[in-house]
């Protein structure tokens, strides 16, 4: 694929537009929350490189982090970045453009590189910030091919820097207590578990529904939190998938994506996920059956507020995070310390679901069964 321009590709296709009409549609996308933390020690500092959406959701989670400051930004857009600069005290110095940003090499403030761009850019700006020494969290997916991904993931071991995926739900208290019902087996072994996530989307301006730019629909902006949420309840890898691509009922917007996905992850103990991730439907629910009971969240993948309750209580955490925040300090912590990534949010992690959306992309267009062993 020919390298795309973020600036020109968005400019053309308007999606700030969309952009705006699907964040409004998100469950608490735009949630203040009312902890703060006082942190005196290191911090890291990290240039958010993509300005849209998303970024201005992790600025403000900035606010509530104890181990992560914004510290750069990289935009191709001079008015963002005044705005930018004025908004969260940003140096000049570390404020760079697209054109520029190699130049971040020689910024001894800048110790991490989030990258925020559509999901076709991730590898470049990934490996240009591996080979100017810096770490990197892409966000989700890691990557539109496994391929990509492997490339991404040798540049930084050889640059000798560490990949994160920014999965902001295995900080989520709510995700993580579904975790721990599956994995301690707490009802017993889980047989079954429905996990699907959907919002609709009307406006062909938005860059998600260019494949070019997203490397497919739903399922790669959303399903790939259906994917994670059946792996870390289970704490298996599936071992083979089924899907069927749901009917399309405006195919002036859904011309290049699809409109709405549904898979079947068998897994070695026996359990299967059922899921789907539309453009075409509002649906956030997590549900999994086990022996002796049964687990639910719903909203589920969002920002919440989370409702959950199990076959003998509902779920009650008097603690509200900010998403965002703990990700990054989750992150930040071991980076600080020098140590390595957990397994679960590095590289690798990232690795593992692009090569699970891969084939539940095969399988729907073939209509076979596909191994994923």
């Known amino acids: 694929m020919k390298t795309i321009s973020r ?9 700030g537009i969309g952009a705006t009409a699907i964040a409004a549609t998100l469950p608490g996308a735009t949630m203040h ?17 993509g300005l849209g959406r998303y970024a201005g959701i992790l600025g403000d989670g900035f606010a509530f982090s104890q181990h992560c400051r914004l510290a750069g930004i990289v935009t191709g857009t001079s008015a963002k970045a005044l705005a ?19 130049e971040i090499v020689n910024n001894k403030e800048i110790d991490l590189v989030y990258v925020v761009l559509p999901n076709a850019m991730h590898k470049e700006y990934v490996i240009r910030a ?33 990949l994160a995926v920014g999965y902001r739900l295995h900080y989520e208290p709510f995700n993580m207590e579904l975790k721990r019902l599956g994995q301690e087996k707490v009802f017993g072994p889980v047989r079954l578990i429905e996990a699907s996530l959907g919002y609709k989307v009307d406006d062909n301006k938005e860059w998600r529904l260019h494949k070019a730019m997203s490397g497919g629909g739903p399922l790669m902006n959303l399903g790939i939190y259906c994917v994670q949420v059946s792996r870390y309840i289970l704490g298996e890898e599936p071992v083979s998938v089924t899907a069927q691509f749901n009917p399309v009922t405006n195919k002036d917007i859904f011309n290049e994506v699809e409109a709405s996905i549904t898979w079947q992850l068998n897994f070695p103990s026996g359990a299967v ?18 022996d ?18 199990s076959s003998k209580e509902e779920f009650n955490f008097s603690t509200t995070i900010n998403q965002q925040a703990a990700q990054m300090d989750g992150i930040a912590q071991y980076i600080l310390a ?14 593992k679901d692009n090569r699970i959306m891969a084939a539940i992309y095969e399988s729907a267009e073939t209509g076979r069964k596909v191994s994923l062993v």
């Open 7 to 15: 600036r020109s590709f968005l400019q053309n296709m308007g999606a």
């Open 33 to 49: 929350y009312p902890i703060r933390n006082n942190f005196t020690g290191k911090k890291l500092n990290i240039a958010l490189c």
């Open 84 to 102: 930018w600069k004025k908004q969260y005290n940003i140096p000049e110095k570390n404020i760079y453009d697209y054109q520029h940003f190699d």
């Open 130 to 162: 591996a080979k100017a020494g810096k770490h990197v969290i892409s966000e989700k997916p890691l990557a539109t091919s496994v391929k990509d991904a492997e490339e991404m993931i040798k540049a930084c071991k050889d640059a000798g820097v560490q």
């Open 273 to 290: 996920c059922n899921s789907t991730s539309s453009y075409t439907s509002n649906i956030d629910r997590v549900y999994a059956a086990a």
């Open 292 to 309: 002796n009971g049964f687990f639910e969240l719903s909203p589920a993948i969002s920002y919440g507020p989370f409702k959950g309750r």
């Open 338 to 351: 020098n140590k390595p990534l957990p397994l679960h949010i590095c590289g690798e992690e990232g690795l």
